[in-house]
């Protein structure tokens, strides 16, 4: 039986937290969403431009993420 996709808006602290000190609990739940495959993570245009603005700013891994929620 296929149940629905959960869908999740993370919060763009929550994001800024995940990538700015490196491994942390919230980039430990960023994970675990990704690979979630009842969860399916979703996103509107201030998000997406948040996202990219601290992207830019915050390194690799949350580029990644960045390129995911795209």
Known sequence: MNLPRR??????NVFISA?????TKSTELF???IRDEEI???SN????KEY???ANKLGPKSELFFKIMK
């Open 7 to 12: 869908s999740i808006l993370v919060d763009t």
């Open 19 to 23: 990538f700015k000190t490196g491994e």
């Open 31 to 33: 994970i675990n969403l």
């Open 40 to 42: 399916q993570l979703v």
């Open 45 to 48: 245009e201030i998000s997406l």
């Open 52 to 54: 990219e603005k601290y």
